[in-house]
């Protein structure tokens, strides 16, 4: 089952920008179903990791350190989305990027930015950051 559509992938030079959406669906509503929303990214011989995460009760944030003052992540909750703001890309931001969504309660969305935290999925999108 399909939780998560996502969209906005692609290829960039650097120095470029992109939008990552994510999109719940139908029959899920972020602002109700999860408490935690986040994106991970994992590019070739790398582990996968937490890029950023945002609490659904607050909206407290969560950046790696690699991508802080670069990436922004955000909610539109009439829309069911979530997205990802990436500026000022660099080739080592290549990978493919997923959305994720938790509806376990955590108080702590540094804590909880992990993989083994979250439950639903979308299908990954490639992000190609070359000149």
């Known amino acids: 089952q399909l939780q998560f559509v996502e969209s906005g992938g692609g290829l960039v030079q650097p120095g470029g920008s992109l939008r990552l959406s994510c999109t719940a669906s139908?029959?899920?509503?972020?602002?109700?179903?999860?408490?935690?929303i986040g994106w991970f990214r994992q590019a070739p011989g790398k582990e996968h990791e937490g890029v950023s995460c945002?609490?659904?009760?607050?909206?407290?944030?969560y950046y790696t350190d690699s991508v802080k003052g670069r990436f922004t992540i955000s909610r539109d909750n009439a829309k069911n989305t979530v997205y990802l703001q990436m500026n000022g890309l660099k080739p080592e931001d290549t990978a493919v990027y997923y959305c994720?969504?938790?509806?376990?309660?955590?108080?702590?969305?540094?804590?909880?930015?992990?993989?083994?935290?979250?439950?639903?999925w979308g299908q990954g999108t490639q992000v190609t950051v070359s000149s």
């Open positions: 994720a969504a938790e509806a376990e309660v955590y108080s702590d969305v540094q804590g909880a930015c992990r993989t083994p935290i979250f439950g639903s």
């Open positions: 139908k029959a899920s509503k972020l602002s109700l179903d999860y408490s935690i």
């Open positions: 945002i609490s659904g009760s607050d909206g407290s944030t």
